[in-house]
């Protein structure tokens, strides 16, 4: 089989025509050349999850809907895809989700395609999945399409929660009975103790969000007393980030892609339509990309309601009258697949894994300068008090907060290092206790301010950065 032939076959791949798809996955499979892998990998995905929405669509609270229109063509398909990809590596996958399988195999190794597999890529997302392929349609881009992979939703199915009122808590459920999108009413949720919020602090204004509100959004767009923000959720890298959307002199809106680049979530803002890093917040494809702009990190707390509340009794939540009409009581105990891979070792498809001293799916706070970042393992700081570190001069220290998080804060060069949590005080070598404040820790005459922190799995640091350290 000539090269020319193969580049003919992955071309039938695009062709809307499911004859056609045959016919080339065949060709493809007959005599063999691993360097289609990457191309019938990426039809494999858009097939699996196409022919069973209502197993893998995502958000979840979306797989009652009918799949996006775009899905549901009868093109939308590649017979004999798996048999092929079965004969040119000799590996089999038989489970339920032996596409996740066959994703996360394929992400542990090195496949050169044949040329023109980037825009053969672009077109496959344009050809099949619009949304998604219309923000893919960029220049430049600042990361190998190889390490892309397609999320199971686009920028309608996984919306942006934007502008919700910040209310009471006793009024999360909105002062009226609401009718959401469809027509369907919204399920009233309230918050229970233990509930998992994120709490951020703007202006001297505290914010709780509920966890299960945020969940089939994955991003909230919120204004805080003049300050714009996103609240960002990786659900996969089970991350948490606020950032503030001001940027130069431009105030943007961000939403999600409906792509994954190494596990982490790819977003992009309306106003430019750029693609950014949600783990770095720096721009990745577009117009952005080189401008050497930046989001501002702002700190989130990961506790329970009950230890947000009990800090921050005048707290705010959003509503839940969202007009979305989701149930967003599901997602408070049923999780789904993440209630599993967060506590499982299965790897996130789309992930590099290697050898390293922290478990892949290790939960981490890190700090970031440049292209290195030092992270902190929240179960050591938890379990042996304070952790030091320092990156860039500077030296940090991590302790558990007054809120029941991790909290990471600059230490002052003249102080004595932090030793030890009593009391809920920090207590360093000399003995001063150290006591926590909306803007840090205060021992005597010394400030140690909070430094805004991203929490993650260990593998987004990993693969994030060019250097990335764990303190001891």
């Known amino acids: 089989m000539t090269t020319d032939t193969r580049r003919a076959a992955t071309e039938g791949l695009l062709v809307r025509d499911v004859d056609a798809h045959a016919e080339a996955v065949e060709t493809l499979a007959r005599e063999g050349d691993d360097r289609v892998v990457p191309h019938l990998l990426d039809v494999l995905v858009v097939d699996a999850i196409a022919t069973d929405w209502e197993r893998f669509g995502f958000p979840e609270t979306m797989r009652s809907h009918d799949p996006p229109r775009y899905l549901e063509l009868p093109d939308v398909r590649w017979p004999g895809v798996t048999d092929a990809l079965e004969a040119l590596t000799g590996e089999r996958f038989d489970s339920d989700h032996a596409w996740v399988e066959w994703e996360t195999w394929y992400s542990q190794r090195e496949f050169e395609p044949l040329d023109g597999y980037d825009e053969w890529k672009r077109r496959l997302y344009n050809t099949y999945l619009p949304p998604v392929g219309a923000l893919l349609d960029t220049d430049p881009i600042a990361f190998d399409l190889r390490d892309l992979r397609w999320g199971n ?54 914010i709780a969000v509920p966890r299960w509100l945020l969940f089939p959004h994955e991003l909230l767009n919120v204004t805080v007393d003049g300050v714009p923000l996103s609240l960002t959720f990786c659900t996969l890298c089970n991350a948490p980030i606020c950032y503030d959307r001001r940027v130069g002199d431009d105030v943007l809106t961000f939403g999600n892609s409906g792509m994954l680049l190494e596990g982490n979530k790819v977003m992009y803002d309306e106003e430019t339509r750029t693609l950014w890093s949600q783990h770095r917040g720096v721009p990745i494809g577009g117009t952005l990309v080189g401008s050497e702009r930046s989001l501002s990190v702002v700190p989130v707390s990961q506790t329970t309601w009950a230890e947000w509340r009990n800090e921050h009794p005048d707290t705010v939540v959003p509503t839940t009258d969202t007009g979305y009409g989701y149930d967003y009581g599901r997602y408070k105990g049923d999780l789904g697949i993440f209630r599993h891979y967060w506590d499982g070792s299965a790897i996130q498809p789309g992930v590099s894994t290697a050898e390293s001293e922290l478990d892949e799916k290790a939960a981490v706070y890190g700090v970031e300068s440049g292209d290195a970042a030092l992270a902190f393992p929240i179960d050591r700081v938890t379990d042996a008090g304070p952790i030091v570190g320092s990156l860039d001069g500077r030296e940090y220290v991590a302790v558990e907060t007054d809120v029941g998080d991790v909290g990471v804060f600059e230490w002052p060069t003249d102080a004595p290092p932090a030793t030890a949590i009593r009391e809920g005080r920090v207590i360093d070598a000399d003995g001063t206790p150290w006591t926590f404040g909306d803007e840090g820790l205060t021992g005597g005459t010394r400030h140690a301010p909070m430094v805004p922190a991203k929490r993650g799995l260990w593998f987004a640091f990993r693969l994030g950065y060019e250097e990335a350290t764990v303190a001891e």
């Open 153 to 206: 939703c686009d920028p309608s199915f996984l919306a942006a929660l934007n502008e919700p009122t910040l209310v009471d808590p006793e009024r999360i459920g909105g002062d009226d009975e609401t009718t959401g999108a469809g027509g369907t009413e919204s399920a009233t949720a309230t918050l229970d103790d233990d509930d998992t919020v994120f709490g951020i602090r703007v202006q001297g204004v505290p």
